[in-house]
């Protein structure tokens, strides 16, 4: 059970994953296309870890390619984290979207068949719950029409899974459906780093601290919120990370009885995008310059996980508090810099 093949090893959760995995003794293979991500974190992955993965770049959407490399390496498990993620981009390049999510897993599946590898973790979203009507969201919650095309993907993946697993004797899958995952590792050698302008609310806070930005906008003011912005669910990436290892585990040992099973990952507590911004500012004692902008299209307003499926389950707990993502995400950003 000690070879696993990370897809998308190199981004952001895929390289957190990778290091935890090395941690616990396994065997990693890496493929990545490096389409949003970075050959040094190879280099830094064994910097910290000491050791090296087996990397092979190459696009998944290949299938020979996706073939050849299963029928020279002996894989057990997959974690399957290799997708284009942007929101609004989907909105306008949906069929990228369609392509860089769909076909690959397609062919992951496909080739997982012909060589007899049963396991995969699959790397969804709390997104599939869209605005919930009960909060904390639970996986009971039903799956709500997407509001984007990456969110489509999302399902139509977890749908292509379930389907896969439910017309094979043996084959089993996990879905974890992530919340707001921020921060990086204590080493501050590896983080977030996207291409371009962030999106995402945590990268551009540290950008702005650090002057790459010259503002930070706050999308929205005026929610049904105590403090009017919008409310999630954020955990360290470190956290998450260890997750994917749990997983493994438990369908390996056994766990997952009916052979499918769907896990929220977040921490359970909901925080507000002003309340980011405080604590940023508190622990890492620098002043940020925000202002507040009109909403972002298509963002809920509040959404917060009910975890205690994956402690249950999983034996997994998010452990760090918000100080301390914060923290590790402005060591990085720091870090990352100075170079
Ligand atoms: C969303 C999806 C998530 C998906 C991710 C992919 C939901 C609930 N979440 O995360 O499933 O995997 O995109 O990227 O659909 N914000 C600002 N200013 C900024 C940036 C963000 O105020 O410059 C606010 C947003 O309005 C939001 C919060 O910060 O309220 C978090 O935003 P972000 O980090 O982009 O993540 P989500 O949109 O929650």
Same mark, same amino acid.
Request: aromatic share 8%; charged share 30%.
């Given at each position: 059970m000690k070879n696993i093949l990370v897809t998308g090893g190199l981004g952001y959760i895929g390289s957190h994953t990778v290091l935890e995995l090395i941690a616990r003794g396994y065997e990693v293979?890496?493929?990545?296309?490096?389409?949003?991500?970075?050959?040094?974190?190879?280099? /830094?992955?064994?910097?910290?870890?000491?050791?090296?993965?087996?990397?092979?770049?190459?696009?998944?959407?290949?299938k020979d390619r996706v073939d050849k490399f299963f029928s020279q390496n002996q894989i057990d498990s997959v974690i399957h984290f290799a997708a284009s993620k942007a929101?609004?981009?989907?909105? @306008?390049?949906p069929l990228k979207y369609y392509r860089n999510n769909l076909l690959p897993l397609m062919n992951i599946l496909e080739a997982m068949i012909a060589y007899n590898v049963d396991r995969i973790v699959f790397s969804s979203s709390c997104t599939v719950y869209g605005q919930p009507d009960k909060l904390p969201v639970d996986e009971k919650a039903p799956v709500q029409k997407a509001e984007s095309p990456y969110g489509n993907t999302k399902q139509i993946s977890e749908e292509m899974i379930a389907d896969t697993v439910r017309a094979s004797?043996?084959?089993?899958?996990?879905?974890? /459906?992530y919340f707001n995952p921020i921060g990086a590792h204590e080493s501050a050698l590896i983080g977030e780093l996207p291409i371009g302008t962030p999106n995402c609310l945590v990268p551009y806070v540290t950008q702005t601290a650090i002057g790459v930005r010259e503002q930070l906008t706050i999308h929205g003011d005026d929610y049904d919120t105590p403090d009017g912005t919008c409310i999630r669910d954020y955990l360290h990436i470190v956290d998450l990370a260890e997750a994917h290892i749990n997983a493994i585990e438990y369908m390996h040992?056994?766990?997952?009885?009916?052979?499918?099973?769907?896990?929220?990952?977040?921490?359970? /507590?909901?925080?507000?995008? @002003?309340?980011?911004?405080d604590e940023f500012e508190k622990v890492t004692e620098q002043k940020l310059n925000y202002k507040i902008g009109p909403r972002r299209e298509g963002d809920v307003e509040e959404v917060y996980a009910d975890p205690s499926l994956a402690e249950k389950e999983l034996k997994w707990?998010?452990?760090r508090g918000l100080g301390e993502m914060l923290k590790s995400a402005w060591e990085w950003e720091k870090n990352y810099r100075k170079n």
């Open positions: 293979f890496v493929i990545d296309n490096l389409s949003n991500s970075h050959i040094d974190t190879l280099d /830094r992955i064994e910097k910290i870890s000491g050791k090296r993965p087996a990397f092979f770049e190459f696009d998944l959407c290949d929101v609004g981009e989907s909105m @306008q390049v004797e043996s084959m089993k899958a996990i879905s974890l /459906r040992d056994g766990g997952n009885k009916d052979r499918i099973g769907y896990f929220n990952l977040g921490t359970g /507590r909901g925080y507000s995008v @002003q309340e980011v911004v707990k998010a452990k």
